[in-house]
């Protein structure tokens, strides 16, 4: 399955929730749209599964324009932020609703329902109503909803949202694990970065109706496009544009904290603080030349001297430390 946009655009009145969206996902990857709240990840999606039309632009499914096709033709599975289950139906009802729609024969069905239940562990809990789940137990049965036609790419909407923490970071574990033994192809709406980086092999970082980047993360994380997208990728060692171009540098400047080693002719910074983290010191650093905070580790026996809040501490910043970014953002 590869899966193309081109142009694609959907306003509401004067807002531009998808602002001419070029993008290629291509065969065999899960793919997280990772954005801030209101930049039309949910738009773009609901586009992609047909439940709403572009204004422009053209999107293809393996080579096929898919204006034309409605949304249950598609070969698209959607799982929703709020699940949005059939609640008169209960678990199985709800997992067989897309077979029934394609009229799968009566047994046939039955083996598939059976069978995604167990891939989703809620074997047992057929016949329970969705009111009669758990948070977790119900973003299950939404998930084995969407996969039982057999989709060829599954469309998740802040699937784990709703979820706590634990939780959250429970069965994004699971997620990506079920992702990869069904072996279905995903596109994963999220707006948390680090659930983004859990599951998705690409990850397209998007803004104001378009994508900014799109790239590996560990790519995404080396050369961020640009300030804004360093940030929203939790990089916070930035020397802001004006700041930068002073010490040298055409645009905002990222500093690599991992790549500074402790070095009595290095530059000067001075202590904040000082906290263990496992079997490292962090230390919370300042530079007054620079007018940057930075955090930055070691291990105790790198450090002649532990330095404390208040002492200087001499690092050096070896030139493949900084990434320039682009000026705009
Ligand atoms: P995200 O999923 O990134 O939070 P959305 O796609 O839900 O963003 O929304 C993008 C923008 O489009 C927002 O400004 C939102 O208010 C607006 N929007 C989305 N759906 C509608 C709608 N049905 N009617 C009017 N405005 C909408």
Redesign the pocket.
């Known amino acids: 399955m590869s899966l193309e946009l081109e142009g694609v655009a959907r306003r509401?009145?004067d807002?531009r929730?998808v602002d001419g969206v070029d993008l290629v996902v291509a065969r065999g990857r899960t793919t997280a749209l990772l954005?801030?709240?209101?930049?039309?990840?949910?738009?773009?999606l609901r586009l992609v599964a047909g439940l709403e039309a572009p204004d422009a632009g053209t999107i293809r499914l393996d080579g096929r324009d898919l204006a034309p096709v409605p949304p249950q033709r598609r070969g698209v599975g959607m799982v929703f932020q709020d699940y949005a289950l059939f609640p008169h139906l209960d678990v199985a009802g709800n997992v067989a609703f897309g077979l029934v729609e394609q009229r799968w024969p009566k047994e046939r069905r039955a083996a598939r329902v059976a069978e995604l239940l167990e891939a989703v562990g809620l074997h047992g809990l057929e016949r329970r109503r969705p009111h009669e789940l758990s948070g977790g137990q119900q973003q299950r049965v939404a998930l084995a909803r969407a996969l039982a036609p057999r989709p060829s790419l599954l469309l998740l909407d802040e699937p784990l949202s709703n979820l706590d923490r634990t939780l959250r970071d429970e069965l994004t574990a699971e997620l990506a694990t079920l992702l990869s033994d069904l072996d279905v192809q995903a596109i994963h709406?999220t707006?948390d970065q680090n659930e983004a980086f859990a599951l998705a092999d690409r990850v397209a970082v998007?803004r104001d109706g378009r994508i900014v980047q799109e790239d590996t993360p560990e790519a995404l994380i080396d050369a961020p496009r640009d300030a804004w997208t360093a940030r929203f990728l939790g990089l916070r060692e930035l020397i802001p544009a004006t700041a930068a171009r002073t010490l040298g540098f055409a645009g905002p400047t990222l500093l690599r904290v991992e790549r500074l080693r402790p070095d009595p002719d290095g530059h000067r910074f001075e202590v904040r603080s000082r906290h263990v983290v496992g079997s490292d010191l962090e230390f919370v650093l300042t530079s007054p030349d620079w007018n940057l905070d930075l955090r930055w580790r070691a291990r105790p026996r790198e450090l002649a001297e532990i330095p404390t809040a208040g002492d200087e501490l001499r690092l050096r910043v070896p030139d493949d430390a900084w990434t320039v970014l682009e000026v705009q953002g």
């Open positions: 509401y009145g807002v929730a954005g801030p709240s209101g930049c039309g990840k949910s738009t773009l709406v707006h998007m």
